[in-house]
């Protein structure tokens, strides 16, 4: 039987960490993308989009993450669509992510004083002007400690992909508790990295929301 | 091609029936008003009366149901997105919360809009905010930010950004009502000079005073309506109806 030194454990775990890390910025990115998408039509006036994002976003905030990775691994694969784990992953933290950074943008958006919709409109400008010149660039300060704060929620939510067969952190540690019988040290370890990981985030949102707050007096 | 006088003739402001409602309520019961280049006509009335309303609409910010509505001979077309920027190309409005961009200095504040619409380049968009601000008499503050300001210098900067874009029409929504008492004097001034360098204005006002001595025309709204129109003198100094003759008393109250 082979032995695990400590080491072991933990140069292995940080390997898989990497996954963790990857995940979590494909998850951000393109959750960022896709959510600034939606929140453009949402605010453009096009007719039935406020409808179709809303219900976009209950749907995808109002089920399990879990769910979301199940259908979009074992779902797809029963109507014919192969995909493999870091797709469906991918696909599943987009939708997640997207309808919730949509939503929190959307916040910020709305929290930009009416008046300034309508000197940018008075000044003739079009919409994409408004929204580009005066109302995002105030937007985006506001938005920054929230989105920073909900991508804590997005490094741990990409444990679940775990399940799909995906070797993250989480993963990776199951795997090598199988191998070792040492499940309280090694999730004690995995359990460790997660918070390496999230506090510095956490403790940066914190400070951009001082910041902003001393700011605005 | 017109001829300069028949040009001249042209209302700057033309508004033919129009009618607005909220829902069920409605809140402007039929205007007809016509505003002749380079007149000042001075908008009073309680709260509620559809004073705000009726100059919200002139620029768009509001969306009205019934009658038509021409600025120096454009027709406000809601469904037209290129007629809406035609059209609020030639008004220019200022409001009570001043509303600058708070983001911008004072100078990339009144250069934004002549920059993005008209295509003004640099220097010359530069050069022209420059003497705007100077002219509203902060070209010092050229570099400063807009919370640094005085309330009556915000508002100050308002207007030397609506007078960027070169309006035919100029919208003053109680611009001095969120004034300190002593900062309303330098706004007002500001206003002043305007009218007497023949600048069509319509404003909103609850400044009695400066109404009668600066416009040409007086309209009293009352429920929705145009309910007395003249010159200031007759308006205020020989009110015809008992609504216009309350509301007087009462401001003197």
Not at chain 1, 61 to 86: D, K, N, R, V, W
Not at chain 2, 208 to 217: C, G, L, T
Request: charged share 20%; hydrophobic share 45%.
């Amino acid at each position: 039987m082979m032995e695990f030194s400590n080491w072991d454990i933990i140069k292995n775990l940080l390997i898989a960490a990497r996954w963790t890390v990857g995940l979590s910025l494909i998850a951000f990115l393109c959750g960022g993308f896709v959510g600034a998408l939606l929140l453009v039509l949402r605010l453009s006036k096009i007719r039935g989009m406020d409808r179709f994002v809303s219900l976009y976003v209950q749907l995808f905030q109002g089920t399990p993450l879990l769910m979301q990775l199940f259908l979009s691994y074992f779902g797809l694969a029963l109507i014919g669509i192969e995909t493999t784990a870091l797709q469906s992953a991918t696909l599943a933290l987009t939708l997640f992510t997207s309808a919730f950074i949509t939503d929190i943008w959307r916040g910020c958006v709305i929290a930009i004083p009416k008046g300034q919709w309508e000197a940018a409109q008075s000044l003739a400008m079009s919409f994409g002007e408004q929204l580009r010149y005066v109302i995002l660039p105030q937007a985006v300060r506001i938005a920054i400690p929230p989105t920073v704060g909900f991508s804590v929620q997005v490094v741990k939510g990409t444990a679940l992909a775990s399940i799909i067969g995906f070797v993250e952190l989480t993963k990776a540690g199951g795997m090598i508790s199988n191998a070792t019988y040492q499940p309280f040290l090694v999730f004690s370890v995995v359990a460790a990295i997660y918070f390496v990981l999230c506090f510095p985030l956490s403790l940066y949102a914190k400070m951009l929301e001082r910041k902003i707050h001393a700011q605005r007096r | 091609m017109l001829s300069a006088a028949e040009n001249h003739a042209r209302p700057a402001v033309q508004i033919t029936a129009l009618r607005k409602s909220y829902g069920t309520n409605e809140v402007l019961k039929g205007i007809d008003l016509e505003v002749k280049p380079g007149e000042v006509v001075a908008i009073i009335g309680k709260s509620g009366s559809g004073k705000s309303t009726l100059l919200r609409c002139i620029n768009g910010l509001e969306v009205f149901q019934e009658g038509s509505l021409r600025v120096d001979g454009k027709p406000l077309l809601y469904e037209s997105a290129m007629a809406m920027r035609e059209l609020r190309q030639r008004v220019g409005m200022i409001f009570q919360s001043f509303n600058l961009f708070p983001h911008l200095s004072v100078g990339k504040n009144v250069m934004l809009a002549p920059h993005l619409v008209k295509k003004k380049d640099g220097k010359e968009n530069e050069t022209r905010a420059r003497q705007l601000l100077q002219r509203v008499g902060l070209a010092e503050k050229f570099d400063a930010m807009p919370d640094q300001l005085s309330g009556g210098q915000q508002q100050r900067v308002a207007i030397a950004r609506a007078l960027a874009m070169e309006p035919a029409v100029l919208l003053c929504d109680e611009i001095t009502s969120a004034l300190d008492p002593e900062l309303v004097g330098e706004v007002l001034r500001v206003v002043e000079s305007l009218a007497d360098e023949g600048m069509t204005l319509l404003m909103v006002t609850h400044e009695m005073n400066f109404a009668r001595k600066v416009s040409d025309r007086v309209i009293f709204m009352h429920q929705g309506r145009v309910h007395e129109m003249g010159p200031p003198e007759e308006v205020f100094g020989n009110p015809q109806t008992p609504e216009l003759k309350q509301f007087l008393s009462s401001l003197h109250d």
